[in-house]
């Protein structure tokens, strides 16, 4: 949390590699390497003790021997850790930093929220037509929640998944950033869906910024809205069901097969909204522009 800081006591509730509690970050992004090949995630200080002597004795919990690379890594951990004492009988807490002027103001640090991201298209998400389910995986994407090698790699790192395997472009890796937006199935997709409205758009570098995008190509009526709100989020539910299809069944559809499952997706979801909802679905499937006009 900003603004406060951790005050080790018997170091029962402080992660060890996760918590800012030994310089300023954690040791899991101080030394990344050792991080990788620890078995000991997630756990607190007092756990990586094996001997409560005057001079603590660490286990780190290693999977594998250490190359001389990390032996060096290790080296400087423990040089880092050699001031650390445990106070057996004090709990570890949390306190409040004080400001510039050394006060203390509760109500200044609440509404201090200047280096706090604000997720601006929270609407597109929430408030579209669409299954909840549907939302729910939206808001995963956007916050690197959902399971691409990638992540599987982070997660598993004594286990070689291929990462860098992608099962929808048959290359690059696959992380989020690259399954949504950067794969050449994802970028055909986009294309068609922005080609709607006679856009031609340049794609971001990240499905974060992708969401950040205002198109108007459908107009600014309410059924344009409601119709690109079910359409944005079609192309993320279509891509997963697709990539998975491909690991599991070994099914593969064509691009076009993919478009017209974004396309009637979005038509099916949109037609369930108040607005839309005089409209008959086929008249709806045949042209969104023209529905929007």
């Not at 004492?85 to 400001?99: E, G, K, Y």
């Not at 995986?137 to 004594?158: C, D, G, M």
């Not at 108007?216 to 989020?233: N, Q």
Request: aromatic fraction near 14%; proline fraction near 4%; include cysteine.
């Amino acid at each position: 949390m900003a603004h406060t800081s951790l005050s080790v006591g018997n170091g029962g509730l402080i992660r060890f590699w996760e918590d800012i509690w030994l310089g300023d970050a954690p040791l899991s992004i101080s030394f990344p390497q050792l991080y990788r090949l620890t078995l000991a995630h997630n756990v607190s200080i007092s756990s990586m003790i094996s001997s409560m002597s005057p001079s603590l004795s660490w286990d780190f919990k290693f999977f594998q021997d250490l190359n001389d690379r990390e032996c060096c890594g290790l080296v400087s951990l423990l040089a880092r850790l050699e001031g650390v004492s445990l106070r057996v009988h004090i709990p570890d807490r949390r306190t409040w930093l004080a400001d510039s002027l050394g006060t203390f103001s509760f109500f200044g640090k609440m509404i201090d929220c200047s280096d706090i991201p604000i997720f601006v298209p929270f609407a597109l998400i929430w408030k579209a037509d669409v299954p909840l389910k549907v939302r729910f995986f939206a808001w995963s994407v956007v916050h690197k929640r959902i399971n691409t090698n990638e992540l599987f790699q982070r997660r598993r790192p004594y286990l070689l998944l291929s990462p860098q395997w992608c099962i929808m472009s048959k290359s690059d890796s696959e992380n989020i950033d690259h399954l949504f937006v950067h794969c050449p199935v994802a970028r055909w997709i986009w294309c068609k869906l922005f080609g709607i409205g006679g856009e031609s758009w340049v794609m971001p570098d990240c499905v974060a910024k992708l969401f950040h995008i205002k198109f108007w190509g459908l107009g600014r009526s309410k059924k344009a809205v409601v119709i690109w709100k079910c359409a944005f989020l079609a192309v993320f539910w279509v891509l997963w069901i697709e990539k998975t299809l491909r690991i599991f069944d070994n099914r593969e559809s064509s691009l076009v097969d993919l478009w017209d499952k974004v396309y009637f997706l979005g038509s099916f979801w949109a037609h369930s909204s108040k607005v839309l909802r005089d409209i008959p679905l086929f008249v709806l499937r045949s042209n969104w522009r023209a529905v929007c006009c």
